[in-house]
């Protein structure tokens, strides 16, 4: 057998560790499924001392030093975080080595430009790892899917608030209850804003979105709301309508008058019991994909975890380690289509809304009418009476955002409404 | 832009027009995707006066000499069958062509020889439509999952099979009834023997296993039971248990002492209604991958009908002409495990058991015994007596099929047992 290509590993934390053993654990397999064996060339930390695993002639601080060295022909990177992993990734390009990368947020923000420098270097940038761990998603998207037309791609995409959601579904908790839980069984880190304001879910949603319609998009331009104002009331108004609620990552080609443009939004929102989504419990992951041709499909598995992310990471690591071997580059990415970014404002959505009013005639008509004012179309209306008060539970046709949410602000302020109790986006009902 | 690539189609039935509208209507894409337009050169047909949608100048009855000609760079072959698509996909090789194919009964057949002549001439064989239609599975298995150990790989990949047991299970029916309605539907075809009798399962099989294991595996390996023999009996019993039954693609890796062994089986089975897959219905397929590192995952979505087949079509053919820009060939297939082929005999499985029997003392303890006697174990029995007779239905432990099937044997001949109404093999219990 040839001479072994080497790869130098960045960052040895949970996903590190578990690449490094795989590495080993597989040495064989791989080899026989690159045509050359893979070997490690060093290990990149912060704190050697911390790693008594790694064999100590491996271990390195100097990170720099590392990618650009002779004897690496690869580079894996799940430090992750913008600064150094940009840095490193474009010295590793500049020297002629491919890039393997789990760094969702740096791609998010930065993927055109990597990518450019990648391809004038000749060389492959692959980030499998990066959206829903093991699930395969961005190849399908980049490769199985080039012939087709993609109209919608909705994801969940983050297990923390899968879990969150889930047990709050499952006990009838608070969101508070149902973090704190997840806090103490690991779940949610000490710090869960990433996870629960949406921002892991936005990266994931640029990223998809990117590939999806072949065209930039950032995290910025991804509208984004996390799951810390969804309510135990909410959760038991979507049971009653048949729904779950989940924080959903949505990428939409949206069609108008003067071209079509991209919508990006990540958001809590029911979706009805009997769709594919509403079944993914726990901390799994899964992404729905509406495609013209194909129709719909959907990914299904781990999204995240040291093994199964370590799995998706060394799939990409099999790939450009093969492309190495035959001497070429995989295809990169397109942007041709340079989409518009559609703002939330003019994105078309469905809320759910739950009212406390008076029980006395005329109410619902008032009420009606201001959605009718606003040009919301009413889908059902239930009406709960009890005592002098009522319940009004409202699911709306789709609609304009903004004209939903100017809906629900004249709302609270009508008298005869004595609280909006719940406001939740509803998607996937027919 | 540069000239275009130029396509062969042989073959224009459901897939091959949708594959021809679908080329024209993202004509602009797939160009901007591929980095050059492409265009048909030719459309290969039996019966050239029965496709007055194709321009009557790209229509010829000469497939050879169309996979041959100068002007033609790459060949979809969507004829189907053995003979004539291996002599043309065999003569497009050697004409240094690439193959976009959807042809599982070849491939399953002798994909290893074709493989092996395209990685001859420094070609692509791709065919991610062979198997569970637009749902992306093979470059998955072949690529995202390259650096990881697949345990198992567990498919419904055969629509009309699924619509006739979903069915079975709605109304109660039994199979002839469920047949007829799916033939009046046009879900199965006049004669579905491909169909019913787990041909098409089993061919599809073949293809997963061999990319899962890294194995030559051909439809020959694979053992085989249509759905033919499953009663609305059986489907009852699955219900009662909690299952649903389903006609199950089964690529297992099995340990054993002289080393693993790769088991690949298509029959019916019951599997728990908690399962991912049992809610997979009507003419949906799905494909349930167990491995090492990633855990557990699902693809899902439409395994059939022109568009999704195009779909998937086009997707490979999009990889295999940027691959031609590029001046490359993708990677082929590895069999290097060369794992042996398990026999269903020594295949550990599963199975529920419902007898007859005379309602008195000790005909449990006799029935059990001969389990015992052929070394299954028992996981659940359950008894209800009825007058002077009781329903034994008994869930097994996993053993050899072998064992299993013997115990069978045994059960219809003892004097006690007064008749084996339903049997069915289990899987996916805990």
């Not at 654990?25 to 912060?46: C, F, N």
């Not at 959206?131 to 969940?156: C, F, K, N, Y």
């Not at 594919?276 to 013209?292: D, K």
């Not at 990409?316 to 093969?322: E, G, P, T």
């Amino acid at each position: 057998m040839t001479a072994p290509l080497r790869v130098a590993l960045l960052g040895c934390g949970t996903v590190g560790s578990a690449v490094l053993r795989l590495l080993d654990e597989q040495a064989d397999d791989l080899a026989a499924r690159i045509g050359r064996p893979v070997e490690v060339a060093g290990v990149a930390v912060r704190r050697p001392d911390r790693h008594p695993e790694v064999p100590a002639h491996l271990l390195t601080t100097d990170a720099q030093a590392l990618v650009t060295r002779d004897d690496v022909d690869l580079v894996v990177e799940v430090i992750g975080g913008i600064e150094p992993a940009r840095t490193l990734m474009l010295a590793a390009f500049a020297a002629g080595k491919s890039v393997v990368s789990a760094n969702k947020a740096l791609l998010a923000d930065d993927g055109v430009a990597l990518h450019a420098a990648a391809a004038e270097a000749g060389v492959d940038l692959y980030y499998e790892a990066a959206v829903a761990g093991a699930i395969p998603m961005l190849r399908p998207l980049r490769e199985s899917l080039a012939g087709d037309q993609l109209r919608r791609v909705v994801g969940i995409v983050n297990g923390t608030t899968n879990y969150i959601l889930s047990r709050m579904a499952e006990t009838g908790a608070g969101f508070a209850e149902a973090l704190a839980e997840a806090t103490d069984l690991g779940y949610a880190e000490a710090d869960p804003t990433a996870d629960v304001d949406g921002f892991d879910a936005a990266a994931k949603a640029a990223i998809l979105a990117s590939l999806a319609f072949h065209t930039a998009v950032t995290a910025s331009d991804v509208y984004r709301e996390g799951i810390s104002a969804v309510t135990a009331l909410d959760v038991a108004r979507a049971a009653e309508i048949g729904c779950t609620v989940k924080l959903l990552a949505i990428c939409e080609r949206v069609a108008n008058g003067a071209g079509d443009s991209v919508a990006v939004r990540v958001h809590p929102a029911m979706i009805p019991t009997t769709h594919p989504l509403a079944a993914v419990g726990g901390s799994f992951n899964a992404v729905f994909v509406e495609a013209e041709a194909a129709g719909e499909l959907m990914f299904y598995g781990r999204g995240a975890g040291g093994e199964p992310t370590a799995s998706a990471v060394l799939g990409d690591l099999v790939a450009v380690a093969r492309n190495r071997v035959a001497g070429v580059a995989g295809p990169g990415i397109t942007t041709y289509a340079e989409l518009p970014a559609r703002p939330i404002a003019e994105t078309p959505t469905r809320y759910h809304v739950s009212l406390d009013v008076a029980d006395k005639p005329g109410v619902l008509a008032t009420v009606a009418q201001e959605f009718a004012r606003q040009g919301v179309s009413i889908a059902t209306v239930r009406q709960d009476g009890h005592g002098d008060a009522a319940t009004l539970v409202i699911v709306t046709h789709s609609a304009p955002d903004a004209a939903l949410s100017a809906t629900i602000t004249a709302l609270r302020e009508m008298p005869a409404v004595r609280g909006v109790t719940s406001v939740l986006r509803v998607e996937g009902l027919s």
